[in-house]
T-cell receptor, first 115, second 108 residues
């Protein structure tokens, strides 16, 4: 149980285009999902907290107009990287917390390469 | 300044050796978690420690929470190639803050 999936697992896009990444909790419902970014050989950095039915909360320094988050249902959150640039190339990881639970379950990540 | 500093940053050892990874902070935490992340995957929770001085064992892995709940250590006995990965400590409930990470490579 407590499986989180991400799609796509990897994506290559051209500079200036937008990319959407999906995060799904497969066997549980989650009112809260989190989006992290991880650069090569570095740790995870929280980008934003995604709340079902309300606006996401972004961490300091994360541009909300560039990283659009939509938490459409209790099992799906999406992250859209708008007008992507090469410096946005990174490993994006989501996590989800089950209703009433304390543990976060992580997705397998999405590797984004912007050329 | 990082909230959680891990050391060493990178460790390359031979199969069968023992090792210890440290997670240090100047802040006090109510709990601390350890994760392992393999290349191209998300982190997987190994353990949560909540009591100062607490020791938890997971097969060959021993986790300890400092008495003052400011630091923690992870000791691996007789490391195996399957232990290779990025080890991360983390704190927080609603929002997790991860440590700087320790990359472990265990060679056969």
């Amino acid at each position: 149980g407590a499986v989180v999936s991400q799609h796509p697992s990897w994506v290559i896009c051209k500079s200036g285009t937008s990319v959407k990444i999906e995060c799904r909790s497969l066997d549980f419902q989650a009112t809260t999902m989190f989006w992290y970014r991880q650069f090569p050989k570095q740790s995870l950095m929280l980008m934003a907290t995604s709340n079902e039915g309300s606006k996401a909360t972004y961490e300091q320094g994360v541009e909300k107009d560039k990283f659009l988050i939509n938490h459409a249902s209790l099992t799906l959150s999406t992250l859209t990287v708008t007008s992507a640039h090469p410096e946005d190339s990174s490993f994006y990881i989501c996590s989800a917390r089950p209703l009433g639970g304390s543990e976060q379950y992580f997705g397998p990540g999405t590797r984004l390469t912007v050329t | 300044t990082q909230l959680l500093e891990q050391s060493p940053q990178f460790l390359s050892i031979q199969e069968g050796e023992n090792l210890t990874v440290y997670c240090n902070s100047s802040s006090v935490f109510s709990s601390l978690q350890w994760y392992r992340q393999e290349p191209g995957e998300g982190p997987v929770l190994l353990v949560t420690v909540v009591t100062g001085g607490e020791v938890k064992k997971l097969k060959r892995l021993t986790f300890q929470f400092g008495d003052a709940r400011k630091d923690s250590s992870l000791h691996i006995t007789a490391a195996q190639p399957g232990d290779t990965g990025l080890y991360l400590c983390a704190v927080g409930f609603q929002k997790l803050v991860f440590g700087t990470g320790t990359r472990l490579l265990v060679s056969p």
